[in-house]
Nanobody, 115 residues
Framework: QVQLVESGGGLVQAGGSLRLSCAAS????????MGWYRQAPGKQRELVAT???????NYADSVKGRFTISRDNAKNTVNLQMNNLTPEDTAVYYC?????????WGKGTLVTVSS
């Protein structure tokens, strides 16, 4: 089992920035992909950004140029720096870890962007 704990959500005005962090613990393989997904009210959960152990990244088109994902393999953490936030970024953000034999989710952290 893998446990994921997110932190860093909150309320911010449009144009502002937030940094989300996620700490992973448990039975993790070195080769995995960690990342962030989000779910806005009334919408399906969608990919925001992921990064593999080899540091290959994948971003949603809607966040390219504004969000940056990073990870520390030694500390088993993944971060998401979010800049130039818009009200459309309002959602619950979930940390995710995917590895051979398992796909794990955190409980989520709420990000609210006011106009």
């Amino acid at each position: 089992q893998v446990q994921l704990v997110e932190s860093g959500g909150g309320l911010v005005q449009a144009g502002g920035s937030l940094r989300l962090s996620c700490a992973a613990s448990g039975n993790m393989f070195f080769w995995n992909t960690m990342g962030w997904y989000r779910q806005a009210p009334g919408k399906q959960r969608e990919l925001v950004a992921t990064m593999s152990s080899a540091r290959i990244t994948n971003y949603a088109d809607s966040v390219k140029g504004r969000f940056t994902i990073s990870r520390d393999n030694a500390k088993n953490t993944v971060n998401l720096q979010m800049n130039n936030l818009t009200p459309e970024d309002t959602a619950v953000y979930y940390c995710n870890l995917n590895q051979r034999g398992g796909n794990y989710w955190g409980k989520g952290t709420l990000v609210t962007v006011s106009s």
